[in-house]
């Protein structure tokens, strides 16, 4: 079974490397790929290039084997559809499971996106969830269960909420603060901290 892991990582932090670990070892995942988007449509531009996220997520992924950097969205450039991305996975790996990981938040959210109900056709979906977030389960409400082994026996169309131990790092508050020091910050991975300030990244 493949987990993918959406999002702008800007930069990758220790949070979403805990919350791929624990999706990997909770939901014996054979892989967790970290899908970077290219324009997202709900937020912002990140303000540095594609390539520095990428290769931030490859160096903080470096010596997890089951961890891979999937770039279809950023090859293909443009405003990055979920629905568009995960008919590219489902026509590289026609005969795996594939699980679309997902914040509360963006659950909650899901039916802004384009083509939302045939997202069910192309992968289940893990709602990792928080305490202080209330999931909307009228979502979908006749496809959820309650156990990995109902997504291993389907290819996609389930919708599973993860309890996850929460991280309280955050991408906003790591740039908020690389933008005024380069002291060491205990959310980022070694390896990405020394890329971005070798590369001058998140400066004002």
Known sequence: MIGIFGGTFNPVHNGHLQLAKQALERLA???VHFL??????HRGAPQVSNQDRLNMIRLSIA??????VNT?????????FMIDTLREVREQYPHESISL?????????????????KILNLAHLIVCQRPQ?????DIFNERWVQSAEDLQREKFGHV???AIKQSSCS?????EQLSVSKSVISCLPKSVLEYIVNNHLYET
Do not use: H, Y
Request: proline content about 7%; glycine content about 10%.
């Open 160 to 162: 599973l909420p993860l």
């Open 63 to 68: 010596n997890e084997g089951q961890f891979s």
């Open 72 to 80: 279809l969205e950023l090859d293909r450039g443009g405003a990055s």
């Open 29 to 31: 995942l054979d892989q």
């Open 36 to 41: 970077p988007c290219a324009n997202p449509v």
């Open 171 to 175: 991408s906003t508050e790591i740039r």
């Open 133 to 137: 977030v209330r999931l909307n389960k």
């Open 101 to 117: 990981m997902l914040g509360a938040d963006a659950f909650n959210g899901l039916l802004s996106w384009r083509q939302p109900t």
